[in-house]
């Protein structure tokens, strides 16, 4: 059975910093691409960012780039998503997931798990 579990997710104030990190168990996990995606109140899911299973190359949203940095052990079968200089249009509920298309066009991944609530404020 196929597993994606989420943590780090809390609150931040702006400008702040946060790490979500993704364990994921039941599949092969150095075969798969992985990513995060966000889903924020009242508004349809997002993509974030994605990392190929070879480590690179990575791939982000404009909204991000520059500010989160997505990584992975394949080892450890975990995936992280560091979150700096944090906005609060970032406020979101964020979601790991796990998938075969590229990394640039990584919109409709096979594994998802169950999401982690970040939320921005001051």
């Known amino acids: 059975q196929v597993s994606l579990v989420e943590s780090g997710g809390g609150l931040a104030q702006p400008g702040g910093s946060l790490r979500l990190s993704c364990t994921v168990s039941?599949?092969?996990?150095?075969?798969?691409?992985m990513g995060w995606f966000r889903q924020a109140p009242g508004k349809e899911r997002e993509f974030v960012a994605a990392?190929?299973?070879?480590?690179?190359?990575?791939y982000y949203a404009n909204s991000v780039k520059g500010r989160f940095t997505i990584s992975r052990d394949n080892a450890k079968k975990m995936v992280w998503l560091e979150m700096s200089d944090l906005q609060t249009e970032d406020t979101a509920v964020y979601y790991c997931?796990?998938?075969?298309?590229?990394?640039?066009?990584?919109?409709?991944?096979?594994?998802w798990g169950q999401g982690t609530q970040v939320t921005v404020s001051s």
């Open positions: 990392i190929r299973w070879s480590l690179s190359p990575t």
């Open positions: 997931a796990a998938g075969t298309s590229r990394v640039d066009e990584f919109a409709s991944p096979e594994y």
């Open positions: 039941g599949l092969s996990f150095s075969l798969f691409n």
